[in-house]
């Protein structure tokens, strides 16, 4: 059990603040056209990520039990179909695939630890910081090595039971890259085009905005809340009796929210001041960051400690990624602790080479370009696109449709708690209709 409400938000936090917030949430939102994409993708963290993260929260602590097995419970102890049981294994599945392409881009973090710290930005301009960029992504054998060293570390946090030191640690850490983001906020506003970056970010001009970019909106939406694959459920079997769930999921899902509006309030400016390109990819922050680290004073300190806080943030949301996995190899082959934390681990750095791959040697490969919607697409790419936009949101829906339709109606008041009057209705209204239907019209729509 965690001791309190604060260790499960830093717990669910820590697993929700990542790079998505600070890496993917930027890039896509300048790939997507700015405003207009950051509202939808705001209306979908209100009106579909926070009721199934409270849906998950909640249906993991009446299961008590790791998600496949809490899942199964809760559906026989109502009478339901055991393949509840499948919800899981697509979690698993999904955990397995993010972590592959996660831990890529975590060892970029790393190498930029490095750079921050032997000063390699100061005075840089933007073509020698792209450059410095261009040619991390041309080099595969570099990639694999920090691909390789974050994913040590995962597996070792995940194999001892380090992570209470850790969890210690990350309490301390988490606020400090969070003020840290206020002064990169405070530089942009200082030094950056605010005023540009500010209407980049809130001003919608929805003609720029593509059905694709929807569906990414609300993948995201579950990506960044860690949602619809079962670790907000097996964090919630955690989560004591007497603790508000309604309350820790919506405190949970804003801190995550006001940590990726810093990102973006912090890089646009930069972009703009700087004559950069807002769609430039998956490498906008290390694009544009190492910039003002290179002009402001103590830019090494804080460039080094960003960088630095950012792969702390990585490495907690790797460990909720990695611990699923472990958890299954142990419960169903039987397998220690250490051994599953190393076959998963390993795993899925093997797999991980095809992401290394797909900024080099395998760029021009493109797996499944004979369906147009994949056309263009590495294998990066596939993998990112299958798990954000549709097996979390395919995940999340089940979750809403298990919560709001099947679940035992009298579990679900008692484990809400908020009484049985107009605000659990409309909560169940939400749960029931808006959730799904807000997921099956994307669905739909991108389909046709
Ligand atoms: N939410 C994490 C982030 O934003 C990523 C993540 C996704 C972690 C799914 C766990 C499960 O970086
Ligand atoms: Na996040």
């Not at 930027?26 to 209100?46: Q, S």
């Not at 026989?76 to 979690?91: E, I, P, T």
């Amino acid at each position: 059990m965690w001791s309190s409400r604060l260790a499960f938000i830093l717990a669910a936090s820590g697993s929700a603040v990542g790079l998505g917030n600070i890496w993917k949430f930027p890039y896509i939102t300048g790939e997507n056209g700015g405003g207009a994409f950051v509202i939808v993708y705001l209306l979908c963290i209100a009106m579909i990520g926070i009721p199934i993260m409270i849906a998950e929260v909640m249906i993991g602590r009446r299961g008590g039990r790791s998600p496949i097995n809490t899942m199964r419970i809760l559906a026989s102890r109502d009478g339901l179909s055991k393949r509840w049981g499948w919800l899981g294994w697509m979690g698993i599945i999904a955990s397995f695939m993010i972590l592959s392409f996660y831990s890529v881009i975590g060892g970029w973090a790393i190498s930029y630890v490095g750079h921050a710290a032997s000063s390699t930005f100061s005075g840089a301009d933007t073509e020698t910081i792209g450059a410095l960029f261009g040619g991390l992504l041309g080099d595969p054998s570099t990639l694999l090595l920090w691909h390789s060293i974050f994913m040590v570390a995962v597996i070792m946090i995940v194999a001892r039971g380090i992570r209470s030191g850790l969890e210690k640690a990350v309490n301390v850490l988490m606020p400090l890259l969070f003020l840290l983001l206020l002064v990169m906020v405070g530089y942009a506003l200082a030094s950056g085009d605010f005023a540009q970056g500010f209407a980049f970010l809130f001003q919608p001009d929805f003609s720029k905005l593509s059905t694709e970019g929807v569906l990414t909106a609300l993948g995201h939406a579950f990506f960044t809340l860690s949602l619809g694959m079962g670790v907000m459920m097996a964090y919630g079997s955690f989560l004591p009796k007497k603790v508000s769930v309604v309350k820790t999921a919506v405190t949970v899902s804003i801190v995550d929210t006001v940590v990726a509006l810093l990102a973006g309030l912090a890089i646009f400016p930069l972009v703009f001041a700087n004559g950069l390109e807002p769609g430039a990819g998956p490498g906008l922050i290390f694009q544009t960051l190492p910039l003002a680290f290179g002009q402001m004073t103590g830019g090494v300190l804080f460039g080094t400690l960003f960088f630095g806080l950012l792969v702390v943030a990585a490495l907690t949301s790797a460990i909720s990624l990695l611990e699923p996995v472990v958890e299954w190899l142990e419960e169903q082959k039987g397998i220690s602790r250490t051994v599953g934390a190393l076959i998963g681990g390993l795993s899925i750095w093997v797999l991980g080479i095809a992401t290394v791959l797909s900024f080099n040697e395998w760029a021009d490969f493109h797996p499944l370009a004979f369906i147009p919607v994949f056309e263009g697409k590495t294998v990066f790419d596939l993998l990112d696109y299958f798990t954000a936009n549709l097996m979390m949101p395919l995940g999340g829906m089940l979750i809403a449709i298990f919560a709001g339709w099947f679940m035992n109606k009298q579990a679900v008041e008692n484990e809400l708690d908020i009484g049985n009057g107009a605000l659990f209705k409309s909560f169940m209204f939400v749960l029931r209709f808006v959730t799904p239907a807000g997921v099956a019209v994307v669905f739909v729509y991108n389909l046709l």
